[in-house]
């Protein structure tokens, strides 16, 4: 049993070290040597940048998604619609006797934090205009499985953004409904709400901003009430094929452009029918009024069609040499691609002479960077920047170990979550803002542990804790199969120095800092 103890112990010991390091490794990069004197940084300017345009990527299956129009100086103009089907809350509704409808709401929660007592600080609203919101039925099935080219019904159906022209036919010309004028960035105070119950009381409802349209009641009433009873709303299958679903539009007023994102999985994202019945006493006369309501939820199969004006041609990229600039941008936008270690290999192994030349050194690596500068000259504005940009392994599809062990992580917290890995946007000591990733695991992975040197994918993040991937298509070169979902998040974009930068300071080029061991 001592012995036993003596082994556990040692265990413990040998195994608190390994941790120990572990730690060490995950903030310094390697097993960092406090006794040897680092080197002078070693900048590698073998790095290729250059652009893809994304023209087509999946939009269904999601919460999140965009309404309205964003103008972006250097990008043009993004407009988003969003289809809907309409799911019933639940299906087979029982209305009750002589339902009378009184009102039908539909109601979009901004995203919002309170930030003092009756005042919200609005998020993911883009720009200063206004609109009127148009409500189109439509007549496009929408299926939830892919028959396949061999009828074989095996997988998930897929929808993509670009998909508006190909809907356009079955959707109807003239609206069912247009509201007054929105405009979004103002709609800051919460939203109170006088419903009666049935207590014959009144209920008062605190919430926080939204959109609350009143729709027709006749619609409603021959599509919803005029059913009770029938197959129609008797599943949400059978529902789907009736009223297979609703084009929300956003109709600009002003020069100035309006986009909102809503979570259209929210449970306050619906339509709700307000109704009373009239309970009638043994003679038939009026005794008694029962006020209800009906939810109708967007629940079902919902897109975001867009239709964009791309005003940076992206179909020549060189990407031996690589470009000037690296051009990203949110929604149905752009993104980069970046290859490391690309000198010539003169000796015709397969890989560069300076990755080589790298791993014959033997060095410890301390940390590794590259800083992407915003091209200011480009892109002078600083109000339609993002604060962050997500880097991933683009031939595996994977993020770096970086991301991984990155101590910084903050659950739930993502603006401020990982920002040893993929530094938010900062300035330099010259007021150049600028990105710092630290690609420390990734770049002594490569060095020392014969990693396979891949191609990088950049792009926008609203979210870099969100690292899940969605299908595209159409992509220029054909970099990309998937992308990073948070993408269809923002329609913002930012243009970056790229390694072929007239700007020397801020060309794109990989920082290395090392210890020598030899």
Known sequence: MFKLALRSLALGCVMALVISCENDYSEVGTDFINS????????????????????????????NYLLGEYSDPVY??????????????????????NPVLDSVVMTLPFYSRLIQENEYALDSIYGEGSFKINIYESNQFLRSIDPGVDGDFQDAQVYYTDQFDEFAPNISSTPIFTSEIVKPSELTSPVILFEKNSNDGVDTLNLSPRIRLKLPNNYFQDKILDQE???????????????????????????LKSMAMFDLQNEDSNITLYYNNVVLDSVGNPSDTLYNQYDLSFNGIKLNLYEDNFNVDLSNQDTISGEENIYLKGGEGSAGVIKLFSGPDLDGNGTADELDELRANNWLINE??????????????????????????????????????DPTAVEGNPSISRVSHLGPLNEDENGNPFYRIRLTSHINN??????????????????????????????????????????LETPRGIVLHGNQSAVETKKLKLKIIYTETN
């Open 368 to 405: 590794a960077n590259l800083d992407l500068y915003i091209n200011e000259q480009v892109a002078p504005s600083s109000k339609n920047r993002i604060n962050r940009v997500f880097l991933y392994n683009l031939e595996d599809e994977i993020v770096l170990e970086d991301f991984i062990r």
């Open 76 to 97: 043009g103009l993004t407009e988003t619609k969003i289809l809907t089907q309409l799911n019933l809350s639940p299906p087979n509704p029982d209305f009750g006797e």
């Open 36 to 63: 040897i004197e680092p080197q002078p940084a070693y900048v590698s300017e073998n790095v290729v940048s250059y652009s893809e345009k994304l023209n087509s990527i999946r939009t269904n299956g999601f919460s």
């Open 229 to 255: 009873g029938t197959e129609v709303l008797a599943s949400n299958s059978a529902f789907n094929n009736f009223l297979r679903g609703l084009l929300i539009e956003a109709d600009q007023q002003q020069p």
């Open 446 to 487: 490569i060095i020392n542990n014969d990693s396979t040197n891949v191609k990088l994918g950049l792009f926008v993040s609203t979210n870099v804790d969100a690292s899940g991937l969605v299908r595209t298509k159409n992509t220029d070169s054909g970099s990309f199969d998937n992308v990073p979902r948070n993408l």
